[in-house]
């Protein structure tokens, strides 16, 4: 088994460049099955998870090739047939063939999909934006069948606002007939990078990134080029990384206003940072303020940097408090900071964190990719080595991490262990 082993304590220093945004890049690459003809996708990232994706382009007979940090690929000889679950289950996102499949060809066939043990994600939000477009799903051992004879624009209210249920009715909707209106819209940066993408293609979307978006059908989409957004996790990864051992450690290709809550709550804490039009500088301090935090969809603090800002929050003076409203199961990486000296309690989905606590090196697990990452920056600040097993969800979402973190003065490898 590949273990991550991480001496701790070192001072991180230097630049580190944020790669291309997963989740918006995990939603792009099914999204070029939309185009009639070859669609270029700038900086996506290396990681596990677009490359699961394209194996299932290149599976449907997409011709998808690899240039440095982009994607080209050519839709034309693209056949609508079954994923297989094994495809299909490695990832959340496989779910974004659902509705780029129904919406070019009326007809899918697929699987419940996989992603990180977080809670239960049902997925009845984006099968209520395909029935209220005209769909009709059968549902039998896990699998989805999907037929449309037409798809018609429609009045969609979300009964929370889903990234995946937006997007994958925002992309069955740019197809259909007349017009779709999604209320209840999520915001996420990752969805107006979406609607971008369909819109150079000719798509009609407008309102993305706000609480409603309107959508006019279109009877074809042509090839195009975009370019994938910053990530936002990563980012904030790296700039909680640099507010625990950091010595003007520069987070460079950033979208500051994508981490805006991320850092009004680090200026609350007391972090040292400069915030330029790109880029960030941020310091240690060796005395931070307890803070409050609870997750939400954006412009909230994000849910995916609730785990990553625990390690943080262990580092403070007093109590902080963390709510976890959106998923019900993201506190795996608990158990595992508090053998590493964390002293954190929870009740229903807050945890409290009395701090400060050293953290000492461990073995101990990447139950799920943000717990990892988690992990990953408990063992930058503990003292000794930390030994994370389980290593792969880590790789699914953070490109290089090995690479970057060893740059920026890190002592991280990753070593073959029974
Ligand atoms: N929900 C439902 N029904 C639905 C859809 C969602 O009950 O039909 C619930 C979910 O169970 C969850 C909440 O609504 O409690 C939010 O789910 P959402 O649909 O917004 O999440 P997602 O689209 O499945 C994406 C990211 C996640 C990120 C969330 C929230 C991708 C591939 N995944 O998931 O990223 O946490 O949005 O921002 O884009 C990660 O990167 O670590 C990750 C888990």
């Given at each position: 088994?590949?273990?991550?082993?991480?001496?701790?304590?070192?001072?991180?220093?230097?630049?580190?460049?944020?790669?291309?945004?997963?989740?918006?890049?995990?939603?792009?690459?099914?999204?070029a099955?939309?185009?009639?003809?070859e669609?270029?996708?700038?900086?996506v990232?290396?990681?596990?998870?677009?490359?699961?994706?394209?194996?299932?382009?290149?599976?449907?007979?997409?011709?998808v090739?690899?240039?440095?940090?982009?994607?080209?690929?050519?839709?034309?000889?693209?056949?609508?047939?079954?994923?297989?679950?094994?495809?299909?289950?490695?990832?959340?996102?496989?779910?974004?063939?659902?509705?780029?499949?129904?919406?070019?060809?009326?007809?899918?066939?697929m699987?419940?999909?996989?992603?990180?043990?977080?809670?239960?994600?049902?997925?009845?939000?984006?099968?209520?934006?395909?029935?209220?477009?005209?769909?009709k799903?059968?549902?039998?051992?896990?699998?989805?069948?999907?037929?449309?004879?037409e798809?018609?624009?429609?009045?969609?209210?979300?009964?929370?606002?889903?990234?995946?249920?937006?997007?994958?009715?925002?992309?069955?909707?740019?197809?259909?007939?007349?017009?779709?209106?999604?209320?209840?819209?999520?915001?996420?940066?990752?969805?107006?990078?979406?609607?971008?993408?369909?819109?150079?293609?000719?798509?009609?979307?407008?309102?993305?990134?706000?609480?409603?978006?309107?959508?006019?059908g279109?009877?074809?989409?042509?090839g195009c080029?975009?370019?994938?957004?910053?990530?936002?996790?990563?980012?904030?990864?790296?700039?909680i990384?640099?507010?625990?051992?950091?010595?003007y450690?520069?987070?460079?290709?950033?979208?500051?206003?994508?981490?805006?809550?991320?850092?009004?709550?680090?200026?609350?804490?007391?972090?040292?940072?400069?915030?330029?039009?790109?880029?960030?500088?941020?310091?240690?301090?060796?005395?931070?303020?307890?803070?409050?935090?609870?997750?939400?969809?954006?412009?909230?603090?994000?849910?995916?940097?609730?785990?990553?800002?625990?390690?943080?929050?262990?580092?403070?003076?007093?109590?902080?408090?963390l709510?976890?409203?959106?998923?019900?199961n993201?506190?795996?990486?608990?158990?595992?900071?508090?053998?590493?000296?964390a002293?954190?309690s929870?009740?229903?989905?807050?945890?409290?964190?009395?701090?400060?606590?050293?953290?000492?090196?461990?073995?101990v697990?990447?139950?799920?990719?943000?717990?990892?990452?988690?992990l990953?920056?408990?063992?930058?600040?503990?003292?000794?080595?930390?030994?994370?097993?389980?290593?792969g969800?880590?790789?699914?979402?953070?490109?290089?991490?090995?690479?970057?973190?060893?740059?920026?003065?890190?002592?991280?490898?990753?070593?073959?262990?029974?």
């Open positions: 088994m590949k273990v991550l082993k991480i001496n701790g304590g070192k001072t991180l220093s230097g630049t580190v460049r944020i790669s291309g945004s997963k989740n918006a890049s995990v939603a792009l690459i099914p999204a099955i939309l185009a009639d003809d669609v270029t996708i700038c900086n990232p290396e990681i596990t998870d677009t490359d699961a994706l394209t194996e299932i382009l290149k599976y449907l007979g997409a011709d090739k690899r240039a440095s940090e982009s994607i080209l690929i050519d839709p034309k000889p693209i056949v609508n047939k079954e994923i297989p679950e094994e495809m299909s289950n490695k990832l959340r996102a496989s779910y974004y063939f659902m509705a780029v499949l129904l919406a070019k060809f009326k007809h899918v066939e699987y419940f999909p996989g992603g990180c043990a977080i809670g239960a994600r049902p997925i009845d939000q984006t099968l209520k934006g395909f029935e209220a477009l005209g769909a799903i059968k549902e039998e051992n896990n699998k989805y069948t999907i037929d449309a004879d798809l018609t624009g429609s009045h969609v209210y979300l009964d929370m606002p889903s990234v995946g249920a937006t997007i994958n009715t925002m992309l069955v909707a740019v197809k259909a007939k007349g017009e779709t209106i999604i209320e209840n819209a999520a915001k996420e940066p990752e969805i107006v990078n979406v609607a971008t993408f369909l819109n150079n293609m000719g798509a009609k979307i407008t309102g993305a990134g706000t609480s409603e978006i309107r959508i006019k279109v009877e074809s989409l042509k080029y975009t370019e994938v957004i910053p990530d936002r996790i990563e980012s904030g990864t790296y700039i990384a640099g507010a625990l051992m950091g010595n450690l520069k987070i460079d290709n950033i979208i500051p206003e994508h981490v805006e809550t991320l850092i009004l709550k680090l200026k609350e804490m007391g972090v040292d940072m400069e915030v330029g039009a790109d880029y960030i500088y941020v310091s240690k301090k060796d005395r931070m303020k307890p803070v409050h935090i609870k997750t939400l969809g954006y412009p909230g603090f994000p849910t995916d940097l609730q785990q990553p800002i625990t390690t943080l929050l262990t580092q403070c003076d007093g109590e902080s408090v709510q976890e409203t959106v998923y019900e993201r506190f795996k990486n608990v158990p595992y900071l508090n053998s590493m000296g002293n954190i929870q009740k229903q989905d807050t945890i409290m964190i009395k701090g400060k606590t050293k953290l000492h090196g461990k073995t697990e990447a139950t799920d990719l943000r717990a990892g990452a988690c990953v920056l408990a063992g930058l600040v503990a003292d000794g080595t930390t030994t994370i097993r389980n290593i969800p880590v790789l699914r979402g953070y490109e290089n991490i090995i690479e970057k973190l060893n740059e920026i003065g890190a002592d991280v490898k990753i070593v073959e262990e029974e």
